[in-house]
């Protein structure tokens, strides 16, 4: 068993498969306590559903649909490809982090704890916070976006109404989770079939679609700052400790094949999920492209598009719900922005527990972040209205794409290391392919920061004084922001986290494949009752 094991590790397999499927011999086992393998097979999926529908939250929130409205208006159907590229990533490295959490028990923040200095320990937790904050803005932002749409309050008030709002969803959250998550889901698609019937009714043409989903365009001005922000929005750097924490509300023996059919299965379920997303988003931006691009364009509406934003996006919707279309808009955009705050929760608790072994009540922890996301969105709804507002959103989706890569290079490191995952880290092909994906996202990320910086530096109206001093602050930051990258892609990991499987008794791993227990075998399972004040999905 050990030898078939060290053959698949050297063979650089991704996971150990299981051996030995005849029954064990009568003199190996005296006590005559061998019973039938139980079944494994898809019923068993549906015990592992939850966590990657969970995160996949995420990625229908108010940041997504504000950039794509965005793309559409602005470039119509040249952006999808960036939807594609970014969906298929999120589902490389979701599954990447949920297979973590799986195989070591422990979630992304607790490992980078573990591995890391002191000094970059307290960095990567403060670039966390940071994006938990960034993804914050837009839930704050939607959310008041729907109350003034639904009782004509301003955009600020509604932003101090969000502290309210979360109080009372933390509240409805001792209801039951599953169903609230579940009502909240149904609201979310509800703008769903309402972007889907528009789109059967202003019929994009299906080949300019298929073009710009599959042929690459930076085209236009403010393209490529368009498709940063599209990448933000979807690939977001808290999901990745988020999902891999979640994983950990569900009891896996710590075998081969519970290991193994609990990453397949979480594997399928984000699929699943993320390609519901990727449809979604993919709606949105048709027909946003689709409206904002059409020859017979009122002149309001070509006001509305040229500088679109989740307040004034409900007339794409007036040809399938007419007058209503606000209402029923600025519902689904509240349900989208208060959904998005389970995943904000959550991963505020894991980062906070992981980074630093602190825990705190969930709606202390909620209340705050809330109120730290509430200070700019509401200096800036106060200043600049609802434009300035929708703005905000582009810039914090921005954010959260310069920050991926302080969450996105542990991930892929840890998730390749064999003193991580031991036999159970990833196969040549993800990691090649992995890095590739990561490596073109930051890329594109210093590219765009050094090119944008640059071109601002050069065209701007400040004294040449003021130039130079902002050159003398900000160019230093832009060296250590791409010196902390190359930093964490080269450092070597010297912390052994992975445990091997039981050897004591030459049958307990057979035992544990087949989901035998007795006395003397105890099940394994990387549960976590340390975890068990943050609320988790059951």
Request: proline share 5%; aromatic share 10%.
């Amino acid at each position: 068993m050990e030898n078939n094991q060290q053959n698949q590790v050297n063979g650089g397999s991704k996971r150990i498969v299981a051996v030995a499927e005849s029954p064990l011999p009568s003199s190996t086992n005296p006590n005559n306590d061998y019973h039938e393998p139980q079944k494994h097979g898809w019923k068993n999926f549906f015990a592992y559903v939850g966590p990657g529908f969970l995160v996949s939250l995420a990625y229908l929130d108010p940041g997504n649909l504000e950039t794509d409205l965005q793309a559409g208006a602005n470039h119509g159907y040249e952006l999808l490809w960036v939807i594609l590229i970014g969906l298929i990533f999120a589902l490389i490295i979701q599954s990447l982090a949920a297979n973590l959490g799986v195989s070591t028990g422990k979630h992304l923040s607790e490992l980078c704890r573990a591995e890391y200095p002191v000094f970059v320990k307290y960095c990567l937790w403060i670039l966390a916070e940071v994006a938990v904050i960034a993804a914050d803005i837009p839930e704050v932002i939607g959310t008041a976006f729907a109350l003034n749409i639904l009782f004509h309050i301003p955009v600020w008030v509604g932003v101090l109404c969000t502290g309210v709002s979360t109080l009372l969803f933390i509240g409805l959250q001792r209801y039951g989770v599953r169903k609230l998550e579940l009502l909240i889901a149904v609201l979310v698609f509800v703008m769903a079939a309402c972007f889907f019937g528009e789109m059967s009714y202003v019929k994009p043409p299906a080949k300019e679609v298929l073009k710009g989903m599959f042929i690459p365009k930076l085209n236009g001005n403010g393209a490529t700052a368009d498709a940063i922000a599209l990448l933000g929005a979807l690939v977001m750097p808290h999901n990745l400790f988020l999902h891999s924490a979640l994983v950990l509300s569900r009891k896996i023996p710590h075998s081969v094949r519970g290991i193994n059919d609990a990453c397949k299965y979480f594997l399928i379920e984000s699929g699943f999920a993320l390609f519901v997303a990727f449809l979604i988003n993919v709606a949105v931006i048709s027909v946003s492209g689709t409206v904002c691009g059409a020859d017979n364009l009122s002149q309001e509406n070509k006001d509305s598009c040229s500088d679109i934003t989740l307040n004034s996006a409900s007339f794409l919707l007036k040809n399938v719900l007419g007058k209503s279309s606000s209402t029923v808009y600025a519902i689904a955009l509240l349900a989208s922005g208060q959904s998005s705050t389970i995943t904000g929760t959550y991963a505020g608790q894991f980062i906070m527990q992981g980074f630093l072994d602190l825990k705190m009540k969930t709606w202390l922890r909620n209340l705050v972040t809330r109120l730290i996301a509430i200070t700019p969105s509401l200096v800036v709804s106060i200043i600049g209205g609802s434009s300035g507002a929708g703005r905000l959103i582009i810039i914090a989706s921005m954010i959260l794409s310069f920050e991926l890569p302080f969450a996105l290079i542990p991930l892929l490191k840890f998730s390749s290391s064999s003193t991580k995952l031991g036999p159970h880290k990833n196969s040549i092909y993800i990691i090649v392919i992995s890095w590739i994906l990561g490596l073109g996202i930051i890329g594109i990320n210093i590219y765009y920061l050094t090119t944008a910086f640059v071109d601002w530096l050069i065209h701007n109206n400040l004294p040449k004084v003021g130039n130079v001093f902002i050159g003398i602050v900000v160019f230093p930051l832009m060296a250590i922001y791409i010196l902390s990258v190359i930093y964490l892609m080269f450092r070597k990991d010297t912390v052994v986290t992975y445990i091997d499987p039981i050897k004591d008794n030459p049958n307990a791993q057979r035992y544990m494949e087949d989901g035998i227990n007795n006395m003397e075998l105890v099940d394994r399972v990387p549960y976590r009752e340390d975890l068990a004040d943050i609320p988790l999905p059951q």
